[in-house]
T-cell receptor
Framework: AQSVTQLDSHVSVSEGTPVLLRCNYS??????LFWYVQHPNKGLQLLLK??????LVKGINGFEAEFKKSETSFHLTKPSAHMSDAAEYFC????????????FGTGTRLTIIP | GAVVSQHPSRVICKSGTSVKIECRSL??????MFWYRQFPKKSLMLMAT?????????EQGVEKDKFLINHASLTLSTLTVTSAHPEDSSFYIC???????????FGDGTRLSIL
């Protein structure tokens, strides 16, 4: 069994300041982990993925995440927030590169304060 | 690359009608497609998994006769909501993947409103 816990349902940061979205996972096997972003009334866009290669993963739009097995965490960060980053972010776990059943976290809404 | 197109983006219809939603992989062959439902301010709930040429596998609690899924080709899957009622109103999202080690690619979703 596998699960994902997003620790914050809502995060607000000022434009230009760092972003931290927290995610903890639980998996019986070596998981694949993903962060997806969803803008209003849109589908999901893949930000980055971890599939047992480098533990620090760089994604699109300046986002990155670090896989920490000892802490069972996969937090998403960005050095400097931009207004266009305002969206819903989902942490997702899968057993097999993501081409099988995905288990979604409950989402974190990121608000950027001008 | 890896574009998934979903149509229509929004549909409003009367209670009792059937609605068909299409999901197409535009630049790759999708051996597997997934259908999700998303309630307001909630996460995505997997409804079913469909493999080309096979019957869809539905998640527990999803009515097979209510939500008909067809995956007749490697680039097209359809979800038909039969005899729709207001409680079927939701945001439906499809995703598609190839058989290799690639993640799912999502469509832009369909907002279904049943009056």
């Amino acid at each position: 069994a596998q699960s994902v816990t997003q620790l914050d349902s809502h995060v607000s940061v000022s434009e230009g300041t760092p972003v931290l979205l927290r995610c903890n996972y639980s998996s019986s096997y070596s998981p694949s982990l993903f962060w997806y972003v969803q803008h209003p009334n849109k589908g999901l866009q893949l930000l980055l993925k971890y599939t047992s290669a480098a533990t620090l993963v760089k994604g699109i739009n300046g986002f990155e995440a670090e896989f920490k097995k000892s802490e069972t965490s996969f937090h998403l960060t960005k050095p400097s927030a931009h207004m266009s980053d305002a969206a819903e972010y989902f942490c997702v776990v899968s057993l097999n590169f993501g081409n099988e059943k995905l288990t979604f976290g409950t989402g974190t809404r990121l608000t950027i304060i001008p | 690359g890896a574009v998934v197109s979903q149509h229509p983006s929004r549909v409003i219809c009367k209670s009792g009608t059937s609605v068909k939603i299409e999901c197409r992989s535009l630049d790759f062959q999708a051996t597997t497609m997934f259908w999700y439902r998303q309630f307001p301010k909630k996460s995505l709930m997997l409804m079913a998994t469909s493999n080309e040429g096979s019957k869809a596998t539905y998640e527990q609690g999803v009515e097979k006769d209510k939500f008909l899924i067809n995956h007749a080709s490697l680039t097209l899957s359809t979800l038909t909501v039969t005899s729709a009622h207001p409680e079927d109103s939701s945001f439906y999202i499809c995703s598609a993947t190839q058989v290799t080690n690639q993640p799912q690619h999502f469509g832009d979703g369909t907002r279904l409103s049943i009056l």
